[in-house]
Structure formats: C-alpha cells, structure tokens
C-alpha cells in the first residue's frame, strides 16, 4: 500500500511539474487568451447593462401609449402612433430584438386582422414569437382567423388544430376547436368535425362552446 501511495505521488508530482512547465514556457500566450476572455466578458456585460436593459425599458415605456389606443380599439393609431408616441409598427422597427419589439407583433397583428388587413395580420403573428400556452397559441389561432377571413378554409383548420394542441387549456383550446370544427363543416369533412367536437365535450365541459356542441355534432354527423 505505501508503495502504491509513493507511486501515486510520483504521478501527481509529475503531472504538477508539467503544468507548471506548460505555463512557464506559455505564459505569454496565456496571459493573451485570458485578457480576451476578460475583454469578451466585460463587452457582455457592459452591451446588457448599458444597452440592451436601458433599450428595452425605452421599449417598454414606449408601448404604453399604443397598448392603451389598443384596449379602446382605436387599431390604426395602436398601429402608427401619432406625433407624440410610437404605435406598434414603429416599435418593431425601432427597438428589433427586444421582448416589447415581439410583444408588438402581437398586437400588431391583431389590429390589421381587426382592420381586415389579413396578409399583414398573418405575416406579423407568425413573426411573434409566444413561448406561453395563451398568447402563443392565440397568436396561431389568429391565423387561423386571417386565412378564414380570406376563404381559406383548409389553412384556416391547420391552425386551429395547432393552436388547440399547444394551449391545452380552457381558455385557448375549446374555441380553436370549435372554429376547427366548423371550418371542416365548411369543407365538408363530418367526421373531422365530430372529432374536432368531441374534444370539446371530452376535456371542456365548462366551456362555453360545451352548451352548443351537441347540435352541430348531429349536423356533422348527419352531412
């Protein structure tokens, strides 16, 4: 055991004195590698503290105005402001790559859907990036909306159905299933349609969609 200790010793003081070996021999190049990454470090630090954070409260102050031309459906002005404060579209541009300047996606397309502006509705929700289960899935059941708007019925469902599985709640899912349900009424598939209908009635009874379902599933089943 003592000579298995020594040798293990032997092996530790040897790689020791390789290290110190290496580092003596490369103490230049080192020094170099460290100052980078000291300097990369100190760069992030300092774009996130003095850049990206004071750009993003801007950002955040800037869209209180249209936020509230939004809540009282005033879309055009949400949209391009007016002399005093930014609407949504100016936001995007201005503050790119920050969360306000994703947020106004949303709402952006929202007002053009609301205005009937479907192809810009359409372009800017799939811009958003939502990564909860509500906006997120609002965001592709709004599509949905646009491409029924425009006649496109077998579009509008892809969405529907997309947006009903990532939300998986009470509040996004039932609805998206419901127009699901009735866009493929329209495209005369019933059995897709009673698929789409008895989700709603398996997983969403408190819903409001739940009191009418039963009369469009016999109409479904019925086609």
């Not at 850049?51 to 800037?62: G, K, L, M, S, T």
């Not at 936020?67 to 201005?94: K, M, P, R, V």
């Not at 709004?142 to 529907?160: M, P």
């Amino acid at each position: 055991m003592k000579e298995q200790q020594e040798e293990k010793n032997l092996e530790v003081s040897g790689i020791i004195a390789k290290t110190e070996q290496y580092i003596k021999e490369n103490k230049k190049k080192l020094t170099i590698i460290a100052a980078a990454i000291l300097v990369v470090a100190l760069g992030i630090w300092a774009y996130v503290t003095l850049v990206a954070q004071p750009r993003q409260v801007r950002a955040a102050e800037d869209m209180f105005a249209a936020e509230q031309w939004f809540n009282e459906g005033n879309f055009e002005q949400a949209l391009n402001g007016n002399d005093e404060f930014l609407g949504f579209t100016d936001i995007i541009s201005d503050y790119r790559g920050t969360k306000s300047a994703n947020l106004a996606k949303y709402y952006a397309g929202i007002c053009h859907l609301n205005l009937g502006q479907y192809d810009e509705a359409i372009d800017l929700l799939k811009s958003y990036k939502g990564k909860d289960a509500f906006t997120g899935a609002e965001a592709i059941m709004l599509i949905g909306d646009a491409y029924a708007e425009q006649d496109n019925a077998a579009e509008a469902v892809k969405y529907y159905e997309n947006a009903a599985a990532k939300a998986s709640n009470f509040v996004v899912s039932p609805v998206a299933l419901w127009k699901a349900g009735m866009m493929y009424i329209k495209l005369g598939n019933g059995d897709a349609a009673v698929k789409a209908f008895q989700q709603i009635k398996d997983n969403y009874p408190e819903s409001p969609e739940y009191s009418e379902v039963d009369k469009y599933m016999s109409y479904a089943e019925n086609m």
